[in-house]
């Protein structure tokens, strides 16, 4: 490979493809990731996006296709990808009658560390994610997002150029998923790479510096947030008709230019800019007579629009 | 080799979570003790042996049983392992199965170690008067340790080809009945003649034979080298096919 794209990418795949039995679950993926990002995989449930972390972290073998990851082929050279990455599963992988200490020091002892570093490493690490009362629990006793902070933590117990987080913040509430971002966000400046994958659009949006819409066993589209957010309008104007019929009439004028149908509420939405003028234009063009809408509302575009059209059926 | 410092912490995690859990001393200390008393007040008075007391002849027996049985649950903790997600986080360390099994293997060990002094003490206590110098002591404990690490390595093997748990739950069964057709409990020759071809020739019974003989200082003819024959030849299964079950089950 090229050096300088060695040095620009954390993470490249081409063509990556995967089935169990009959199902294709992986299409030929392309990836890129680059060094010091946080790159966040979306997809509705069963796109593939475990798979593609266990392909990624050297726990699955693709059928065809190739992966590098910090520099290393996930096939050819397994060892030295894996002493390069850390994994944090989408399932709890720790010992339920271990203490949270003793699972961390468990960790850092494998990952070579010694008896004397491994404890110093271990309450370091409890400490910085408030588990540091609950450290000297067993994780039988932890609730929900205390494991996951305990998980995430094992998976730090070495410096990891390349770090896979599995749906991180699932089963968090809302303030313990703020301070899990915030730790994601630590881990980049220190140059760490991100890779993770998430249900939560909302997060993407805030974390990550590039988003892959992964569905039907290929990336639907990529790019910033912002990008993609474009690709769907940046701005809608959301109409609320004042009846049945005029919902339905309204409806069968715009057609494809609907990008948002809401019958139950009786609200349609069209693109716009957001300017004053459009909206006077859009209103007059769709209103003529002034009867049929009752109330407009501008939205801006999120992932989940984004989302949502990518991956309807 | 970092492969021996990894095993040594796993060996360690896995006593540890033994120690844990309340299920697992019971069956790895309190039930061979049981068994011991059982074997000798509940059957004693009706077993005709040529050793004089029965707690005699029957205490290498109980031993050889416990053992096995403790060296069986290598494939329920092992099972544990593969099924959990924590396998999934050792393998991204890099930490290999060679580390992971021989974690489990020497935690094993260690256990029966453990229960076989608890064994050994009882048998003591209720008259048990073995007849056997250092030496004897040393070649009997050998065979033991050979031996549960044998049954170890299979066991370990019974938790990579087991789906669940509770199957490889099912090798432990087996492991507890294997002594019973073997020369452990009764002479074979008060067995069912249809008996004698498996009794003779199966594992458990060069390996009861070896420390019978051994404790009470008794002939012991062919026996200790049958019964490391045994134990090498079943090793020599066993580890290969662990590196294969192991691989299968990780594709
Ligand atoms: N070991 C396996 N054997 C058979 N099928 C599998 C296996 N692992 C995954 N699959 C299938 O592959 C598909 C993708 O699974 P995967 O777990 O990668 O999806 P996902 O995007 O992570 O879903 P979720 O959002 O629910 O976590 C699913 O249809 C799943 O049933
Ligand atoms: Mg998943």
């Not at chain 1, 409890?126 to 629990?137: C, P, S, V, W």
């Not at chain 2, 938790?159 to 009945?177: D, Q, R, S, Y």
């Not at chain 2, 009764?186 to 003989?213: C, K, N, Y």
């Amino acid at each position: 490979m090229h050096p300088a794209a060695e040095a620009d990418w954390a993470i490249e795949t081409r063509g990556l493809s995967k089935a169990y039995g009959s199902v294709h679950v992986l299409a030929g993926l392309d990836l890129r990731v680059r060094r010091g990002s946080v790159f966040a995989l979306l997809g509705p449930n069963g796109a593939g996006k475990t798979t593609t972390v266990r392909i990624l972290a050297t726990l699955t073998r693709a059928d065809a296709g190739q992966a590098v990851v910090a520099g290393h082929d996930v096939t050819a050279a397994r060892s030295r990808v894996r002493r390069a990455i850390s994994l944090t599963g989408q399932y709890a992988a720790l010992d339920e009658e271990q203490t949270g200490e003793e699972n961390l020091r468990m960790m850092a002892r494998l990952r070579g560390h010694s008896r004397s570093a491994a404890r110093n490493r271990a309450t370091e690490l409890l400490e910085r994610f408030a588990l540091t009362e609950a450290g000297r629990r067993r994780v039988s006793t932890y609730s929900g997002g205390m494991r996951r902070r305990l998980d995430i933590a094992a998976g730090l117990v070495t410096d990891p150029q390349v770090v896979f987080l599995d749906e991180p913040t699932t089963g968090l509430d809302p303030r313990s998923r703020r301070t899990m971002w915030e730790t994601i966000g630590s881990l980049t400046r220190a140059g760490v790479t991100v890779f993770l994958t998430t249900q939560y659009l909302e997060e993407a949006d805030r974390l990550a510096d590039h988003v892959a819409v992964l569905d039907g066993g290929r990336v639907r589209a990529e790019g910033t947030p912002e990008e993609l957010k474009k690709t769907v309008a940046a701005q809608r104007l959301d109409l609320t008709m004042t009846g049945r019929s005029a919902y339905a009439e309204l409806a069968g004028q715009l057609g494809e230019r609907a990008l948002h149908r809401a019958p139950e509420e009786l609200v349609l939405g069209v693109a716009t800019d957001g300017s004053a003028a459009h909206v006077r234009t859009l209103l007059d063009e769709l209103d003529p007579t002034r009867a049929q809408v009752a109330h407009f509302s501008l939205h801006s575009a999120t992932l989940d629009d984004v989302f949502l059209e990518l991956t309807h059926e | 080799m970092s492969d021996l410092a990894d095993c040594t912490v796993l060996a360690g995690r896995s006593v540890r979570l033994t120690r844990r859990n309340p299920d697992a001393v019971i069956t790895a200390l309190v039930l061979p003790v049981l068994l011991m008393l059982v074997f000798v007040y509940f059957f004693g008075g009706a077993i005709e042996t040529n050793t004089g007391k029965y707690v005699t002849y029957v205490a290498p027996g109980v031993l050889i049983l416990c053992a096995g049985y403790g060296a069986s649950m290598t494939a329920t903790t092992v099972s544990d392992d593969m099924t959990g997600g924590i396998i999934d986080r050792f393998r991204s360390m890099d930490t290999g199965p060679t580390a992971v099994l021989s974690g489990h293997v020497a935690a094993s060990v260690a256990r029966n170690a453990a229960a076989t002094a608890a064994v050994l003490a009882v048998a003591f206590a209720i008259g048990f008067r073995p007849h056997a110098g250092p030496a004897e002591w040393l070649a009997a404990i050998g065979i033991l340790l050979l031996y549960i690490t044998t049954l170890s390595w299979l066991g370990a093997a019974a938790g990579l080809l087991a789906k669940t748990p509770e199957a490889a739950g099912g090798f432990t069964f087996a492991m507890l009945f294997l002594p019973y057709p073997s020369s452990a409990f009764v002479p074979i020759d008060t067995m069912p003649d249809w008996l004698h071809g498996f009794a003779d020739h199966q594992p458990v019974t060069p390996v009861i034979e070896s420390l019978r003989g051994l404790l009470l200082d008794q002939p012991t003819g062919n026996s200790p080298w049958l019964a490391l024959g045994w134990c090498l030849g079943l090793l020599a299964v066993a580890l290969p096919l662990c590196a294969v079950l192991f691989r299968r089950r990780t594709g």
